[in-house]
Structure formats: structure tokens, C-alpha cells
């Protein structure tokens, strides 16, 4: 949805809006002094005014940016049968034309532009709510219209509305088309896109293969990529548009509503004008978009939904969420940063939010008591709303971005190399007869001239006639007032304009709503009105039933008498004109259109492809085509044209019919519903059969038409007519011919393409064989890898398993060799201490013999010292002398005896400090043994563990394919961690 604003020149409107009086908003707040507000908002602030007098004509349209509010209404509906039947009472009600106030709480009240009441009509609402705003569109302002509400509070019923009561936005689409009725000095282009908001999935309602658009933005704004644009001629192909595109739409049951909405849907009216005819100055192109949005309607957690419904529930609220905090934010001029990328609703809208256009939000509310609080809920939304500061202006654009003007200029060319064709075809040489002897050959040469002429001209009246279909179709995109009848832009016949009628009769083109179609028997009871007084429907129903069966049953009658105009054009001259622009806008008898057809000047009657048309008229025509003779055969061109295209719409409306009785079809299991939907189905047939009929009379007619036409001609109009058939036939063949080439042209496009694609699909197989010959050779040489690895891996297993039997064998070698140098150091240990007690015992004995010894050495020295002084010299007492005496006599055996003694003990002394450096030695080098031996041990138990690991580490890639591999290693680490158990057993 593209919208242009940013950067957009703005001018002054010359129209008629531009000089009424410059407020399309109420936010004064004085008048309303005794409505007091509650604590969270002062609503009167915003409406405490006089009501203000709302003329939809007076709303301005001014290109100079002025600040406007958002238009905010409520409006209410009336209590439902249901809610009747629950014994629901009045909670909140409309307080005069502006304020909203709480029937428990008088206290609480909302002031808004202007609150309509249960009994309000939607053409009312219109007109307060959304007739400037689309006024504005059509003089270059955006414009958007939403239905905001809690779901079942009649939004849908506001902006779509039924037959009986047709919604804002056909008669939006109404209203466009009688705008430029009004307005002669301007021309326009007209494209609508029908979106719908989807769980958060932007889906194309047009084009049913546009699912999850993309939202975009450039220098203009938002737009959504890829969406399908449809130019539009008139206000039933606008309607039929929606009817198709509701078609697609999410509608779903809920414990509110038999049909909700459960989809936010935005059809957007895209409206390009520029001047025409006197009053074309060159200038500035408007362009404007139209958003009419109806949103789904958020669900109170009341809702008890399940499922599907839950999770769209949930989508709703969030982005009706999003779209509150956006509103608030946008109020709150502190707040820097808007929310708008927080769901695509907003996204969207951000273009027509932040304030480039013209906003009307229509809020609608049910007044009952159970929802009360989803109520002032809406009611505090509608009242931040009303803060939001819009200053809308008109968008004009360049020419080039123009498709007006793309039309125009296109046009414009084509009309000049028709010029150029023509004064060509006049131009014929002429031969002078020079009398005399070449007259022969004179003759000869003007005759060669004549037949190069002759097919000369036949290709230019090809070429002439190319041209000109190409401009009537052209032409027939662009949409004018028929009320131009004194302007001179319309001088060739050629230019064939589309004319409209908008009388009430085409808003009957408003698609039957599916919740129409679904009885509900809730319809057939009464309805309250907001006053309490109670209105009984039935007979409105009833007459509903009857009167309303449906778009299509509406269609039969319709459709039969359009169609029947356009039988009875060969056959009833007499009968009323009827506009081809609007085969599927029945309008004959409306003397509105009547009126139009006579203002027009005989060009534009003549390219109303009046069938029926009144007989002087035809003859204008053919005196007009006698004149042009080359343009005659249009008239039947056209006719044919025009049955073809009621031919088509009779097919699609086929096609709606069949979809409709499909629809129907499954819906037929609920009893309740069976009887009605068979009458449906019944009179759907009907129709259908009746359509079939319809179809093949006018296959029938197309055909009478042109054999019709011959036999009436009298003889002088027979050349005519046959030249009329050589044009349609030169046209149809340089048509043909052009189309042949054209063919060619695609014919070789399309065998180089499919040469392409040959020669594409050969690489694309040899390629397909390399990568499944890489792919197995990769395969083989993968097997064959992994075998080896296998291999390799199970070799080294057996490897590992060996070493670690051998391992485990010197292990327990080494554990018995330890056992036994245990055994031995400890016997060792035990000859050491034994020997060290004998050592102890010897060393004092050697102690003693040395002590004995040394007394020896003395007893010894001092005998020596003491003999000869006994000889020479008496002793002083004879003891002495006795002992001297004995010591004489025997000196000599005590001490040799001594001295051997001596050298016993000091031998055995040696041998005994021998023996026990012999023992330290030996207690020594086995301490040394067990020692080594204990390392080596560790040194085993590490290097068993590094296997165990490695072993495990080698199991590990072929454990996950090998579950017996991974028993297997585990069992080995089993193992493991038993023998290191039984190592610290041990
Ligand atoms: N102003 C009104 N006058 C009479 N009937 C109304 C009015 N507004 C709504 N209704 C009826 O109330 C019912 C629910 O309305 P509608 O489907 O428009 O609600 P909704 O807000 O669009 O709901 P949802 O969000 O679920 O789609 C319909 O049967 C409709 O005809």
C-alpha cells in the first residue's frame, strides 16, 4: 500500500472543499461542565463541548497543513437477542450527541465527537464520520476509517454492512464515483488492493497466491510489497472486488459471534486525478489512498476459546495492543520512540497514524452490563485517540510517477501516429493521363500504383485500427464526469469513456455477508432498542428473507433484465440506453442515468455502446459512421464487445455461485441450518441452470449479432457493411498478424527456452550423475576406510589385549616377587634386629673385654714399672712385698695371656662389627629391592591404566555404531577398575 506524503508539495485546493471552514475536529471541552470524569483520564476534557454541528460538507480539504485531531465517534448497537435472553441490562449509553455515560456510575463519562445511538443509521455514520475524510481523499489527502471494538460490537456491520444497510465502505465506493460525476474538471484513475491482517500475516485478498506480503518502506511511507492492484470502473466493480476478495477472508465461530472476523482487513483505494479538457493547465497530479480498514475485535479472556481460536485471539489482542500503545504514545509528546514495528497492523497504518492524512476511527460499543469493562476499555482507547494531532495535506506527484498521466501521454502519442496514419491514407499521388502514345503504359503504371497504394492502405487502416483499440482501451481505464459534455476533450469518437450511474441500486452489489447466509435464528428474535423499548423484527426479517436472499439471488432479477436489455438491442430498439461501463450495474430504469446519457455529446452516446439505445441515436451513429466509414465496424466490434463482457460476468458470477453453494455444501450437517441452506442450495441451482441458459443466449447472440446486422442492411448499406466487416477483418487480421509475430517471437523465445532448459536439464543430469558417482566412490572409499580402520583398530586391540594379558602376567609376577621380597625384607628385618641385639650384646661385651683389657694393659704396665725396684730395694710392708714377690715369680704367662686375650676380643670385635656392616648391607640392598620394586609396580599400574584408557579411547568411534564393541570396552573397564580394586585390595 503505497502512500506518498513525506516531501510532498503542498498547494491550495481550488476545489469546493478548500473554501469551507477549516476544523474537522471537536476537541473543545467547555460545555459540558456537569459530566464529571474518572481518575485515570478526564474524558470531558477532550468533549466537554457543544456538540458540534457536523456538515459533511463543510469539512475542509486544504492543502496547507493544518492541525486536525483524529475524528473519533462511538457508536453503539443495539442489545443483541441473546443478550436479551441472558437478561443482560444497559451499562453504558450515549448522553445526548457527544457523551458516553455509565448507567451505574453516572459519574464516569466520555466526551467524543459525536456518539450515535443504537438506532442510528450507518448512512448517518457515514456522513458524520466518513464522508470529509473521502472527500479529502479525492482532492489528494490520505484517508483512513477503522472500526475499532470488542469483538460482536458491530464493526463489521459498520464498515461492510449488509444490502439492507450498506456499510461505510460501500458507500465510500459510492460516494468516490459520485464525486467525479460532480467533478467535470478533473479526470481520474481509480485502483483498490484488498489486504487482510492474518495471525500476523499479511495475506493479498485479490490474489489468493499474495500470501505473507512483506511490508516495505521508501521515501513515501509503508507499503506493502507485492499487492495486487486492481484499476476499477465502477462502484459494483469495486463491490464485486470486495465481494471476492471476502471470499478469502478469516471468519470463524466464536462464543460471541456466529461469524467473527477474525482478521484485520484493509481495502485500500488508491485515487489519482488530474485536470482535464479547458481546465487542464499542466498541473500537478493528485494522488491519495483511501484505507478502509475493518479490524477483528478483541476477546476478553471471558472468551473460553481453545485452539485455532485461542491462538488468532491472542494475534488480535496483541496487535490491537499494539496499536493502543501506539495511540498513547503518539498522545504523549514526551514519548520518543513509537512502537509501530510491533505488529504489521501498525506497520501498516504508521504512514496514516503519524499524522500525514485524515484519521476518522469509529468505535463501536455494546451497551450490555457483561461487557462493561471490555466497553469503557474501548471508550478510554477512543478517548486517547482523540489527542492524536494529524495535519493532513494534499499529496501531489511528478508526472512520471503518475499512472494517470503514464495513461495519458500514452494516449497523447498514440492519438499522434493515428494523425500521422491518417494524413498518410489521404495523401494518394496522382497519375496525370499525358495523352498520346504511354497512355498504355501510363494506365499500366497506375494501376501498379494503385494496388501498391491499395496495400499500403490496407496496412495503415491495420495499423490505424491497431491504434485505435489500443486507445478506447486505454481510455476506458480513465474515469471522467459525464457531465464534461460541453468540454472539448472528448473530440474523436474514439475516445470512449466509461460512464457511470450511482444510483442506490449498486450498493445492492454488496456482497452478501457469509454471515447472511448462515441462519441465525438469534436474527429472528427481537431486538432492543438502547432505550429499552423493544422492536419486533420480525416482519423486517421476514421481509429480509424475502428481499435479501443474497448478492446473487438480488444478481437473478437484475442480471436477467441487463441481460435481456442486451438481447433485446437487436430486436427492441425502443427500449432504455443502457451503459456498457456498467453491464454489471443494472441501472436502466434510473433516471439519473437517463438524465446523463442525454448530456452527453453524440461522440460520447455513441461510444455508450447503447444497444438498446434509442433508434435516432443509432442513426446519429451511423450518419457519424458514414463519415468515418473506417470506424463503423466499432459499432459492431462493440456490441460484440459488450456481449462478451456480459458473458463474462454471467461466467463469474457462475463461479461466485458455485463457490457460494460449495461454502453451503458443508455447512449442511447443523440441523437447524439444513433446511434453510437446502433452500439456498435449491435456489442456487436455480440460478446457476438459469446462467448456463443466459450464457449460451448469448453465445447465440454474439453470433446472431453479426449475421442480425447483415440481414438488416439494405443494399446501399451492404458495401458499407462489408467494408465495415473488411476493417474488423483487416484489424482482426493485422491483429492476428501482430499476434502471430508475436507468437513467433515467444515461439522462439520459447524453443531457445526450452533448449535452455535442455541443455540446463543435461547439466543438471550430469551433474546429478557426478554427484551420485562422486557420491558412491565417496561411499566405497568411506567403506573401505572404516574397514581398514576396523582393522587396523581391532589389530591393535588384539595388540593392547596382548600386552595387557602380558602386563597383567608380569604384574603378578612382580606381586609375588613383591609378596616374597616382603617376606624376605621382613625376615631380613627380623635378622637385622636379632643381629643388632647380638650386636648390642657383643659390643658390650666388648666393652667389657676393653675395659677388662685396659686394666689388664694397666695391671700389666704397672708390673713392668714395679720389678726391678722390688730387687734392689726392700719394700715398707711385707704385703707389698709378698705381692711383689708373687708378681715376680709369675710375670711373664698373664701377659702373653693377656695380650691374647686381647687379640681374641679385638678379632672377635672385627668380626662381630663385620657381620653387622654385612647386614646393614644386606637390610640395605633388599630396602633398595623393595623399593624398586614398588615403583615398578606404580610404574605398571600407570601404564596399564594409560592402555585401559587408550583402549577405551579406540572403542569409543566404533562403540556408537557397535553395541558389542561398547559392551565390550566397558566390560574391559570393568575390568579395569576391578583390578584396580583388587590392586588396593592387594
Ligand atoms: N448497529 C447495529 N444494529 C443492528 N445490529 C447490529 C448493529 N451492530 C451490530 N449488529 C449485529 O451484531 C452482530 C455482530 O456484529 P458484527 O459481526 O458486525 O460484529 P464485529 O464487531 O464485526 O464482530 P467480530 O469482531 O467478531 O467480527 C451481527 O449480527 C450484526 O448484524
Known sequence: ??????????????????????????????????????????????????????????????????????????????????????????????????????????????????????????????????????????????????????????????????????????????????????????????????????NEVVNDLLNPAGQNLRIREDSQGTFVEGVKEEVVLSPAHALSLIAAGEEHRHVGSTNFNLLSSRSHTIFTLTIESSPCGEYDDGGDVNLSQLNLIDLAGSESSKAETVGVRRKEGSYINKSLLTLGTVISKLTDFRAAHIPYRDSKLTRILQSSLSGHGRVSLICTVTPSSSNSEETHNTLKFAHRAKHIEIQAAQNRIIDEKSLIKKYQNEIRLLKEELEQLKSGIVVVPQFKDNGGDDIVLLKQKLEDGQMKLQSRLEQEEEAKAALLSRIQRLTKLILVSTKSSTSSRLPHRSTLRRRHSFGEEELAYLPQRKRDLILDDENTELYVSFDGSVENNNDALKEKKNKKPGLLNWLKPRRHHSISGALTSTSDKSSGAKSISTPSTPQADNPTESRHSHSLPTECRSAEFSLGGPQDQELNDDTFLQQESPLTSLKTIDQIDLLKEQQKILSEEMAIQLSALKRLSPGASRDSEREFINVEIARLNEQIKLKNDQIKQLEDNISSSVVSSCHKIDEDE???????????????????????????????????????????????????????????????????????????????????????????????????????????????????????????????????????????SAELASHKNNSP????????????????????????????????????????????????????????????????????????????????????????PQGNNNNTDVSESSHRVDGFENYGQTKDFV
Open 1 to 198: 500500500m503505497a502512500s506518498s506524503h513525506g516531501g510532498l508539495k503542498s498547494r491550495k485546493s481550488t476545489s469546493k472543499y478548500s473554501n469551507s471552514p477549516v476544523s474537522s475536529t471537536t476537541s473543545s471541552s467547555k460545555h459540558v461542565p456537569e459530566v464529571s470524569v474518572d481518575n485515570l483520564s478526564s474524558p470531558a476534557s477532550s468533549g466537554k463541548s457543544k456538540p458540534r454541528n457536523f456538515q459533511p460538507e463543510s469539512f475542509p480539504v486544504s492543502s496547507e497543513r493544518s492541525k486536525e485531531n483524529v475524528t473519533v465517534t462511538v457508536r453503539f448497537r443495539p442489545l443483541s437477542p441473546r443478550e436479551i435472553r441472558q437478561g443482560e441490562e444497559i451499562a453504558w449509553y450515549a448522553d445526548g450527541e457527544t457523551i458516553v455515560r455509565n448507567e451505574h456510575t453516572p459519574a464516569i463519562a466520555y466526551a467524543y465527537d459525536r456518539v450515535f445511538g443504537p438506532t442510528t443509521t450507518t448512512r448517518h455514520v457515514y456522513d458524520i464520520a466518513a464522508h470529509h475524510v473521502v472527500g479529502g481523499a479525492m482532492e489528494g489527502v490520505n484517508g483512513t476509517i477503522f472500526a475499532y471494538g470488542v469483538t460482536s460490537s458491530g464493526k463489521t456491520h459498520t464498515m461492510h454492512g449488509d444490502q439492507r444497510s450498506p456499510g461505510i465502505i460501500p458507500l465510500a465506493v459510492k460516494d468516490v464515483f459520485s464525486i467525479i460525476q460532480e467533478t467535470p474538471s478533473r479526470e481520474f484513475l481509480l485502483r483498490v488492493s484488498y489486504l487482510e491482517i492474518y
Open 869 to 956: 725396684s722390688n730387687h734392689r730395694r726392700p719394700t715398707k710392708n711385707g704385703r707389698k712385698d709378698n705381692n711383689s714377690h708373687f708378681r715376680q715369680k709369675e710375670p711373664s704367662p698373664t701377659q702373653s695371656e693377656l695380650k691374647r686375650e686381647l687379640a681374641i676380643s679385638r678379632e672377635k670385635e672385627m668380626a662381630y662389627e663385620a657381620m653387622l656392616s654385612e647386614k646393614e648391607q644386606i637390610e640395605f640392598d633388599l630396602q633398595k629391592t623393595v623399593e624398586e620394586s614398588k615403583q615398578r609396580e606404580a610404574y605398571l599400574e600407570n601404564e596399564l591404566a594409560n592402555m585401559w584408557v587408550l583402549i577405551a579411547k579406540l572403542k569409543k
Open 718 to 856: 451492404h458495401t458499407r457493411s462489408v467494408s465495415e466487416l473488411e476493417a474488423q477483418l483487416s484489424e482482426k487480421s493485422f491483429e492476428l498478424e501482430v499476434k502471430a509475430g508475436d507468437n513467433r517471437v515467444l515461439q522462439e523465445q520459447l524453443n531457445q527456452k526450452i533448449d535452455e532448459c535442455k541443455g540446463l536439464q543435461d547439466a543438471i543430469n550430469s551433474l546429478k550423475q557426478q554427484l551420485s558417482d562422486a557420491r558412491s566412490e565417496f561411499d566405497a572409499e568411506k567403506d573401505a576406510k572404516i574397514m581398514l580402520l576396523r582393522q587396523s583398530q581391532a589389530h591393535e586391540i588384539e595388540k593392547l589385549k596382548e600386552k595387557v594379558t602380558e602386563l597383567t602376567e608380569s604384574n603378578t609376577q612382580l606381586e609375588a616377587r613383591n609378596n616374597k621380597l616382603a617376606e624376605e625384607s621382613s625376615y631380613a628385618k627380623g635378622l637385622a634386629s636379632a643381629a643388632a641385639v647380638e650386636l648390642k650384646a657383643l659390643s658390650e661385651e666388648v666393652a667389657k673385654l676393653m675395659n677388662h683389657n685396659e686394666k689388664l
